[in-house]
């Protein structure tokens, strides 16, 4: 009985140093210090000028792993179950099986999933924290944004089949024209190449792609507005009236 309340009593202090190490601010610098250099590592990976060092550069990479790997296994030891109580850990967690997967050249692409290690270290830094916050808390609103845009785009998409898609392959089904229309709105080489054949045989089309554009660039607009009122009413407390 004494020998188990001993061992009990050695668990606890290696506990609580292992605790205290992997809490501490070294600890947290070192780590990040790795995950800045296993990015340089995943960098150079992908440069086919370096093929001659790609068997070091792999190893580099296996040993970076091999230490978030053991990072994780100290934490889940020292925090025990309150490790899965923090979703920052989680996380972590996730990442880590993620990227050390790699069975097959398509989940050697997880790897660069543990970059996103660093997004634990944004608590530290108030402006990125701050940006985080304003991010996450925008989401809704442009998951709103994206439902509309959506319904809008789906309706042109209509429209332009059943006036265009007759004569024109760009418009000839519904997923090429909500590509096309797509292609519209980012303004990339629009004119030239997508409205002025269609003008071509119908003289008067320019009067839907510009009606699309200026509907679609007033929601991004609205939007826009929108969500620089919603920053300033969460920084300051009071929502600004806006005039035209």
């Known amino acids: 009985m004494k020998c188990l309340d001993m061992l009990k009593k050695i668990t606890y202090q290696d506990k609580r140093k292992l605790k205290k190490l992997v809490g501490g601010v070294y600890f947290d610098r070192f780590i990040m210090s790795l995950i800045l250099f296993n990015a340089v590592i995943l960098g150079l990976l992908t440069s086919e000028s370096l093929d001659v060092y790609s068997n070091l550069l792999f190893l580099l990479d296996r040993l970076c792993m ?28 996730v990442i880590v099986v993620l990227s050390s997967v790699s069975l097959s050249s ?14 634990r270290y944004i608590n530290r830094f108030s402006r990125l ?24 785009f789906y309706v042109f998409a209509i429209v332009a089949v059943s006036l265009y898609g007759a004569h024109f392959e760009e418009f000839s089904s519904l997923g090429r024209a909500l590509f096309t229309l797509l292609q519209v709105f980012t303004l990339d080489g629009w004119a030239e ?4 054949p269609v003008m071509v045989l119908y003289p008067s089309a320019w009067f839907f792609f510009v009606g699309f554009l200026f509907i679609s660039f007033l929601m991004v607009l609205s939007f826009v507005i929108s969500a620089v009122a919603e920053v300033i009413r969460k920084s300051t407390g009071v929502f600004p009236k806006i005039k035209f």
Do not use: C
Request: no cysteine.
């Open 106 to 119: 398509f989940f050697i692409v997880f790897r660069t999933f543990r970059l996103f290690l660093l997004l």
């Open 66 to 93: 091999a230490i978030f790997i053991v990072e994780m296994l100290m934490k889940i030891y020292a925090f025990g179950k309150s490790f899965f109580k923090s979703g920052w850990n989680v996380f972590d967690l």
């Open 193 to 196: 190449g997508i409205v002025q």
């Open 129 to 152: 924290k701050q940006i985080l916050s304003i991010f996450v808390g925008l989401l809704p609103s442009f998951a709103a944004m994206l439902l509309i845009f959506a319904v809008f």
